[in-house]
């Protein structure tokens, strides 16, 4: 299911667009995690494959850093270290090469026929690819491959999934043709699955004179080299194994409800997995008496033989973020398997906040005053204590899938996939059904307009005007086929974003709609964030921006290489992107944002104005001067606006670029400030001045 994204409208600025050219996204330093999919080791260097890049860590995963420069498409679905080489296997590039810890990488393919590369085997000089057309061998490093197929005939046979090696034993296991054998560096194969189910074969590992198998159908053991299997998986409650991992003598499995762990060569198996949040495991690896688990929410290491798991993915800027909040300097982000993080300096630094979750799969976070809620794919929770600490909040909720969250006053509304909506007034406590009228019952989002809520179902957009308690369809068939998977609130207007039928607007709550994206080159819209008078709109090609209200639209993607985009939100004056697979991209409003000049006549000295209205709820406009002489660079001088609140804790920045001499005009919408006292300071070389404003809600 698609995720909803976050509404946030925090923060407008009047302003016209500049060129998107000049606007640069920076990857913030987290989230951390992400999917990884495959691990190597080389010494002190531990690499893991992610599905967009590779990652290497020099301190047993205390740290990573990225180490991908010259990967092209990089899925990467197996890692071999062969020598001093390192080599990865990617879903459709085909191999690289590196000859320097991952610095760099150059493609290594010549003669590789099929690019899809899903696992490595390294014997002696001999180097083997398993790809979906069969096996590969390189005997120069990867410079060049043939194909070595003989015996690999039957339905299936050539889809390689797994290789092993052991001396001059070459084993391949299969998606569907079981495994097969070689004695001869992969020039003839031969059958080896007596015992063996036609089920897909994942891994295969060798310990000793044991050879496992990890299948669709759980593990399967060989004493013989392969000409006999017995099933070895008693106690493993997850049949689907995809990672095998020898330590001493205890073997591990990965599974998609977390590691197994057995002392007695797979005769009997015990659950291994406390600690590991995201129990799907993908790889695991085994370095001293380090045992690493690589997930769908990043890398988790055991150094008690699988006894506890802690965290081990600072520095993998891999998540899958699906919803970001902002309140004040905190930012929280979502994500797919990884939970919540938090950050207070604008994403330079993030911790996890996931303390009392017991599900890591985030689909929503929403603000209501001191509490901090997240609806997750087991139920609500809620956090009083800005993510420290949560606690369930979900009593009433027959269905915990929770898609989407939304808040007014102290009604609390939960989306829910096929269990339409429910209602609590007491802060997550307890929940009753709100769903008359909704015909749908799976919500993928929900938004608030004034005393108005919408829901976003597959049969189009619905609003309630008693919280809730009735619900009663409202398009004119310009919603009847895409369902809304975003909303944008910005009075009269009212956004919502589809699943192939791109933007809609509506002006009178919902009644009528009209499109308001016909310019726009993608039609699935993931998240929206409204700023004053430009609209952002996130898909899986990256951000777009309008200024009129979605008559027209422009890229805004320089710099952004994680182009799926799934939240949007403003922070301070930074717009934020959480992105699939990339984490969360920020790129400064003054990049993408101009401000309004209202009198191109050159003012005689600096000045700023007193805003009006004052006292304001909840915006107001700033007019000030830049004096000089017009001209290219004649006179331009770098000028700062921004609001300060009383312990000088800066809260929004309205402006921040080099200015021609003018007269301008800044709205500052504080949507998203307590009501009080705060300062604005503008400064534009020696001119520095500041005034009070004040808040009244």
């Known amino acids: ?216 159908s759980g593990v399967f053991r060989s004493t013989d080299n392969g000409t006999s299997w017995t099933a070895a998986s008693s106690g493993l409650t997850d049949a689907s194994v995809t990672a095998l991992a020898v330590s001493g003598n205890t073997l591990f499995v990965g599974t998609g409800i977390g590691p197994f762990r057995s002392t007695d060569n797979g005769e009997s198996w015990t659950a291994a997995n406390s600690g590991l949040m995201s129990p799907k495991v993908q790889a695991l690896a085994v370095s001293g008496t380090n ?49 919540i993080f938090h950050s207070t300096d604008n994403g330079q630094q993030w911790t996890a906040a996931n303390s009392g979750l017991s599900n890591v799969a985030i689909e929503f976070i929403t603000i209501s005053g001191t509490n901090l809620f997240a609806g997750t794919q087991s139920g609500v929770f809620r956090s009083t204590n800005n993510g420290t600490s949560w606690t369930a909040a979900d009593s009433g909720l027959p269905n915990t899938y929770v898609t989407a969250l939304a808040v007014s006053g102290t009604t609390l509304i939960a989306g829910t996939y096929l269990s339409a909506v429910y209602r609590s007034s007491d802060n997550g406590e307890s929940w009753t059904g709100a769903s008359s009228g909704l015909t749908y019952t799976t919500v993928y989002a929900l938004a608030v307009s004034d005393s108005n809520f919408f829901a976003g179902t597959w049969g189009g957009v619905y609003r309630s005007t008693d919280n809730g308690a009735n619900w009663y369809a409202v398009y004119d068939g310009g919603l009847t086929q895409p369902p809304p998977l975003a909303f944008a609130v910005d009075p009269p207007n009212l956004f919502a974003g589809t699943w192939g039928g791109g933007v809609l607007r509506s002006t009178d709550d919902g009644t009528t709609w009209s499109l308001a994206s016909s310019a726009l080159i993608d039609t699935t819209i993931q998240a929206l964030a409204v700023i004053g008078t430009t609209l952002f709109a996130g898909t899986d090609h990256g951000v777009f921006l309008s200024t009129d209200g979605g008559t027209s639209w422009k890229s805004a993607n320089s710099g952004l290489t994680s182009t799926d985009v799934y939240a949007l939100a403003i922070c301070g ?34 000045s700023l104005s007193q805003n009006y209205p004052n006292p304001f709820n909840p915006s107001t406009r700033i007019q000030f001067t830049v004096a000089g002489a017009r001209g290219p660079d004649l006179g331009t001088r770098n000028v700062k606006l921004a609001v300060y609140d009383l312990l000088g804790r800066q809260v929004a920045v309205l402006v921040n670029e080099k200015k021609q001499p003018g007269s301008y005009e800044v709205t500052f919408d504080a949507s998203h400030l307590a009501s009080g006292v705060y300062f604005y300071r503008m400064q534009a070389g020696t001119f520095v001045q500041t005034r009070k404003l004040l808040l009244v809600r």
Not at 580 to 591: D, E, H, M
């Open 1 to 216: 299911m698609k995720p909803s994204a976050s509404i946030a409208v925090l923060l407008a600025v009047v302003f016209m667009a500049t060129s998107p050219a000049q606007a640069q996204w920076v990857q913030t330093n987290g989230p951390f995690g992400g999917s990884v999919q495959c691990f190597a080791l080389s010494g002190t260097n531990l690499f893991a494959g992610t599905g967009s890049s590779v990652f290497r860590s020099t301190d047993s995963g205390e740290n990573w850093t990225s180490a991908s420069s010259g990967l092209t498409r990089a899925n990467v679905s197996a890692l071999a270290i062969s020598g001093s080489d390192l080599f990865a296997g990617t879903d459709g590039a085909g191999v690289f090469r590196s000859t320097d810890y991952g610095t760099s990488w150059t493609a290594a393919d010549s003669g590789l026929t099929n690019s899809t590369v899903w696992a490595f085997a390294v014997s002696g000089t001999n180097l083997f690819a398993g790809t979906y057309g069969g096996v590969f061998r390189s005997t120069d490093n990867g410079t060049s491959w043939i194909a070595v197929n003989s015996g690999l005939t039957a339905m299936y046979s050539i889809y390689i999934s797994a290789l092993a090696a052991s001396g001059t034993d070459l084993f391949a296991g299969t998606f569907g043709a079981g495994i097969f054998h070689s004695t001869d560096n992969g020039q003839n194969w031969a059958a080896a699955g007596s015992g063996l189910p036609n089920a897909a074969v994942r891994v295969i590992t060798i310990s000793g004179t044991n050879l496992f198998a990890g299948t669709e």
């Open 291 to 339: 045992l690493f688990a690589g997930t769908d929410g990043g890398v988790f290491r055991s150094t008690d033989n699988g006894t506890s798991w802690t965290m081990a993915s600072s520095g993998l800027t891999r998540a899958d973020v699906s919803a970001l909040a902002v309140t004040g300097t905190d930012l929280f982000a979502g994500t797919f398997g990884d939970g």
């Open 573 to 606: 004056s930074d717009l934020l992107a959480g992105t699939l697979g990339g984490s969360v991209w920020r790129r400064p409003l003054s990049q993408l944002t101009s401000v309004k000049e209202i009198s191109p006549k050159v003012p005689t000295q600096f």
